[in-house]
């Protein structure tokens, strides 16, 4: 039976800031923005918008293109940028998606990995149950204090797909290649909003992870690494998948798969699969048939090498155009505001939110959601 991606789609905050203006505050020169970490913007979220808004407009997006959401029956959210723990942030969701009651709902978090996670047991979902639907919602915001290496990183996004039997975008093929390793590199205890890092030993792991995972891949597979036709990265820099990327693949491109990353900031959960997206939308190559690997790497740390054979005629699937509008179309804010952005409580300053659906105010630690009126 084949098992993959049938719909994907993807959404970010309305507002960015441009990263010249980062570097012309902090005394930086842009190209080590730029150049450096391959950067030029980030998404900036204002009060009333948090990784529950950005992922009911990812899953509508996503399911415009699915004519039996009703088959539906597990909804997992990805994320390590929760707010309770104890009730699910896809609970939320459910709420707004309308979807079936008899749904297992629930949370998954292991850093930057859950997404894949997430993936892989969807996977295993609908090979029990054929005629299921899961849908994976991959949303975090990323927020570092002023003037720390990884302030230019900020940003964030939510990534939503549809996995089920008979899909039409990627056939996920079985072998994967997984490396586990109890390191602290990148960390955030209950009781801090902003994670902790050791920047040096994150990107040291991430390759070492990389290349032990890759390892193992390949010694499962019935192929070599010239038989992967693309491949695409967890992206928290797009600098950071451009090494990746010549540690395993020599002549072969990514660049593709980091245009809308590069202008989004680091994502997290869903930053790997924001890299796919940006791929199918920007590849000059009919993809039909293709090869494509993925690597995954969640801080702490996991990481899983695993691969997809592109279907043919996933061009009927994809929404180029509207990604690129919606990018285009964001409020640039100006530094100032950045810096009062996270100050205001949500019953403040309206802002416009990317979808339908806003943060209305937090009560007692209870947080109110309200669909915009039309």
């Known amino acids: 039976m084949n098992i993959g991606i049938d719909s994907i789609a993807f959404s970010t905050s309305n507002y960015f800031l441009d990263l010249r203006q980062l570097?012309?505050?902090?005394?930086?020169?842009?190209?080590?923005?730029?150049?450096?970490?391959?950067?030029?913007?980030?998404?900036?979220?204002?009060?009333?918008?948090?990784?529950?808004?950005?992922?009911?407009?990812?899953?509508?997006?996503?399911?415009?293109?699915?004519?039996?959401?009703?088959?539906?029956?597990m909804l997992i959210f990805a994320t390590e940028s929760a707010f309770d723990l104890s009730k699910s942030a896809g609970i939320y969701v459910h709420r707004f998606l309308k979807l079936r009651e008899d749904?297992?709902?629930?949370?998954?978090?292991?850093?930057?990995?859950?997404?894949?996670?997430?993936?892989?047991?969807?996977?295993?979902?609908?090979?029990e149950n054929p005629d299921s639907m899961v849908l994976i919602v991959a949303s975090d915001v990323v927020k570092y204090s002023p003037h720390t290496l990884g302030e230019p990183t900020q940003g964030g996004g939510s990534v939503a797909m549809v996995v089920s039997r008979d899909p039409r975008i990627l056939t996920?093929?079985?072998?994967?290649?997984?490396?586990?390793a109890d390191v602290m590199d990148f960390w955030r205890p209950v009781d801090r909003k902003e994670a902790l890092f050791d920047s040096k030993l994150s990107v040291y792991?991430?390759?070492?992870?990389?290349?032990?995972?890759?390892?193992?891949?390949?010694?499962?597979?019935?192929?070599?690494?010239?038989?992967?036709?693309?491949?695409?990265?967890?992206?928290p820099f797009c600098k950071m998948a451009r090494k990746a990327h010549r540690q395993i693949f020599k002549n072969k491109s990514v660049e593709n798969t980091l245009i809308y990353n590069a202008v989004i900031g680091n994502s997290c959960s869903a930053s790997l699969y924001i890299c796919f997206v940006s791929l199918l939308d920007n590849s000059p190559e009919d993809l039909g048939g293709k090869r494509i690997g993925f690597y995954?790497?969640?801080?702490?740390?996991?990481?899983?090498?695993?691969?997809?054979?592109?279907?043919?005629?996933?061009?009927?699937?994809?929404?180029?155009?509207?990604?690129?509008?919606?990018?285009?179309?964001?409020?640039?804010?100006?530094?100032?505001?950045?810096?009062?952005?996270?100050?205001?409580?949500?019953?403040?300053?309206?802002?416009?939110?990317?979808?339908?659906?806003t943060l209305a105010d937090v009560e007692n630690g209870r947080r109110m959601y309200a669909e915009n009126s039309p």
């Open 23 to 73: 570097a012309s505050h902090r005394d930086v020169d842009y190209d080590k923005y730029c150049i450096g970490i391959g950067q030029t913007k980030m998404s900036i979220f204002p009060p009333n918008e948090d990784v529950v808004t950005i992922a009911v407009e990812a899953a509508r997006k996503a399911l415009r293109k699915v004519s039996q959401a009703n088959r539906i029956d």
């Open 103 to 127: 749904c297992r709902v629930f949370d998954l978090k292991q850093a930057c990995y859950s997404a894949t996670a997430a993936l892989r047991l969807a996977k295993s979902h609908v090979a």
């Open 172 to 180: 996920l093929e079985d072998h994967s290649g997984v490396h586990t």
């Open 205 to 235: 792991n991430y390759l070492k992870s990389l290349e032990i995972s890759f390892g193992r891949y390949l010694e499962k597979v019935n192929f070599s690494a010239y038989d992967v036709d693309y491949a695409c990265y967890h992206a």
């Open 296 to 357: 995954s790497y969640g801080s702490g740390s996991v990481a899983e090498f695993f691969s997809g054979l592109m279907v043919r005629g996933y061009e009927d699937m994809l929404t180029a155009e509207e990604n690129r509008r919606l990018l285009e179309n964001r409020t640039e804010i100006s530094f100032a505001e950045y810096e009062n952005f996270g100050k205001a409580d949500a019953g403040g300053k309206k802002y416009k939110n990317i979808g339908d659906v």
